[in-house]
T-cell receptor, first 112, second 110 residues
Framework: GNSVTQMEGPVTLSEEAFLTINCTYT??????LFWYVQYPGEGLQLLLK?????DKGSNKGFEATYRKETTSFHLEKGSVQVSDSAVYFC???????????FGAGTTVTVRA | DAGVIQSPRHEVTEMGQEVTLRCKPI?????LFWYRQTMMRGLELLIY????????DSGMPEDRFSAKMPNASFSTLKIQPSEPRDSAVYFC????????FGSGTRLTVV
């Protein structure tokens, strides 16, 4: 079945530091890959996505590249801000049913 | 576009009572999903609908849980009777290939 493994947190960074959150997946076929962000007390928001190998998703300074050869979709941001403090979820969906399989989430705290 | 709307935002109920959670998806979205989020288990897919028809309810934990989608603009998740272990945040989401989530209902069963 489909599954996602992402690096465990929590991750604590200083403002302007570089952020990487690792995500690897197991899936049959060619899934779509996503990063969601959840701010305290809110629902999940789609941050970025990629639908085929070598696609790069980007949004709000965050980037992730769909790497089929390493089955990975690592999230990166070059210079984080305090407002980036949140829980980040890696997810995938199959092409036939659109069910999302989520990773466990990584809590990121950015200190001023 | 008001997004996915869930109600209530918070619900506190006593064990044994019936609880009904409500969701209004984004107009035009054919898929609707119900998720549950807890610290212990993370995000769990409970059930999803396509064009108002339940497609996969294998994530519904017990017969105490039921979900309906009587039309394209409304869905309910019902728990009867509720138990303390049902305490969680319940999310509704709509769309496909990357959904839009509602703000969730925080359920506390005491």
């Amino acid at each position: 079945g489909n599954s996602v493994t992402q690096m465990e947190g929590p991750v604590t960074l200083s403002e302007e530091a570089f952020l990487t959150i690792n995500c690897t997946y197991t899936a049959t076929g060619y899934p779509s890959l996503f990063w969601y962000v959840q701010y305290p007390g809110e629902g999940l928001q789609l941050l970025l996505k990629a639908t085929k190998a070598d696609d790069k998703g980007s949004n709000k300074g965050f980037e992730a590249t769909y790497r089929k050869e390493t089955t990975s979709f690592h999230l990166e941001k070059g210079s984080v801000q305090v407002s980036d403090s949140a829980v980040y979820f890696c997810a995938l969906s199959g092409r036939s049913d659109y069910k999302l399989s989520f990773g466990a989430g990584t809590t990121v705290t950015v200190r001023a | 576009d008001a997004g996915v709307i869930q109600s209530p935002r918070h619900e506190v109920t006593e064990m044994g009572q019936e609880v009904t959670l409500r969701c209004k998806p984004i107009s035009g979205h054919d898929y609707l999903f119900w998720y549950r989020q807890t610290m212990m288990r993370g995000l769990e897919l409970l059930i999803y609908f396509n064009n108002n028809v339940p497609i996969d309810d294998s994530g519904m934990p017990e017969d105490r849980f039921s979900a309906k989608m009587p039309n394209a603009s409304f869905s309910t998740l019902k728990i009867q009777p509720s138990e303390p272990r049902d305490s969680a945040v319940y999310f509704c989401a709509s769309g496909f290939d990357g959904y839009t989530f509602g703000s969730g209902t925080r359920l506390t069963v005491v």
